[in-house]
């Protein structure tokens, strides 16, 4: 008898993104005049760059012509696109690539969930809690989580919790705790903003080097980093044989709509002998047809001068909505984290409110939306995070809202 795949039966609902519309939506009917601001969007909302739009143009004028029509292209990646990422991003960090050690694609978010593809059904994973929660369901799915237990946790994951007594980054596993395979790491972080330095990162590279684990390292916020810290984990020695990294266009270029990112499998990368670059290849060319050629011609615009230029311009857009979010909270008096290198900021909830609790009074006594803490596991409890994706006037607004609940 044909069953379903039964590790999709014990996931729990979409619950964070859903109930947060539940409650939105309530409060509006109860309130149909309210101007509900939402900071607790993960999505851009700046246009496009102008050098981005150009080359959009130019590559469906290219569809339209016999002569310069583009089929399919290679499943990895068309070579200009992968030779302006190993020039232009990763070169100027003393990181040197070959181009088929990167693999163009739609995204970070389907290539850190679709990685576990190449690694066997039982390894042992472990995340960070709180954690973007796409790396926590696809181990699920795919069995590598075990079981799901009442106080949120699976039990086949190892949780590294991240506090902030640690700055919220992860403490390397002890010498009595179990070696876990797969560790994903993502910093800049989110949902908290924080920030690994490089110290910190290369005793997970030693760990994973001496104890055979593989790194996941998401880099998908690292053009948000202003101080001085390392964007790739290849900046690390040691690095390019136990990591892969995985990097987007979304939050670099705001191409959330458009869909490009990529995944680094350096050659070195081998278990028990065999490549890992080879695996993922094989992975790709039978599941992957390739980015979009549009938006592979736009991501090569982006690392033009001007298109850096603009690009610059926009992140910095969104900092300068960071900056004041966070300077607002603070003034008042809140613990406030994350916000300088990242674009979220992660808040401790005013005397030791929930994380929903926080939500409901924010929303009903300054109709500003944001997101609880404890959506992205345990340890989030007692926390809340704020994006800087919007406008610099809706920005403003909401922090005068939360300035006059807080009487400031
Ligand atoms: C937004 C985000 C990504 C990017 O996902 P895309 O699929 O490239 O849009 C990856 N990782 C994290 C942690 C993110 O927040």
Known sequence: MLKVNEHFLQLPGSYLFSE????????????????????GIGDVTRPLAPTVIRALHEAADDQADEATFRGYGPEQGYAFLREAIAGRHYLPRQVVLQPDEIFVSDGAKSDTGNIGDIFSPDAVVAV???????????SAMSGRAGTYGSDGRWSRLIYLPCSRETGFCPQLPGPQDPVPDLIYLCFPNNPTGAVIQADALREWVDYARNHGSVILYDAAYEA???EDLPHSIYEIEGARSCAIEFCSFSKLAGFTGLRLGFTV??????????????????????????????????????????????IRETIAYYQQNARQIRRGLSDLGLEVYGGVNAPYIWLRTPEDASSWGFFDTLLQQAQVVGTPGSGFGPCGEGYFRLTAFGSHARTAEAMDRIRRLFGG
Do not use: M
């Not at 947060?20 to 900071?39: C, F, G, M």
């Open 128 to 138: 960070c809690d709180p954690v973007y929660p796409v790396y926590v369901d696809t």
């Open 265 to 310: 499998i350096p050659h070195e990368l081998k278990i028990g002998g065999v490549s890992l670059n080879k695996l993922w290849n094989r992975r790709q060319t039978t599941k992957f047809n390739g980015a979009c050629y549009l938006a592979q011609k736009a991501g090569e615009a982006v690392y033009s001068e001007q298109g850096q230029r603009e």
């Open 20 to 39: 947060i519309a539940r409650r939105v939506s309530a409060y509006r009917t109860d309130h149909p005049q309210a101007d509900v601001i939402s900071l």
């Open 224 to 226: 948000y980093i202003t």
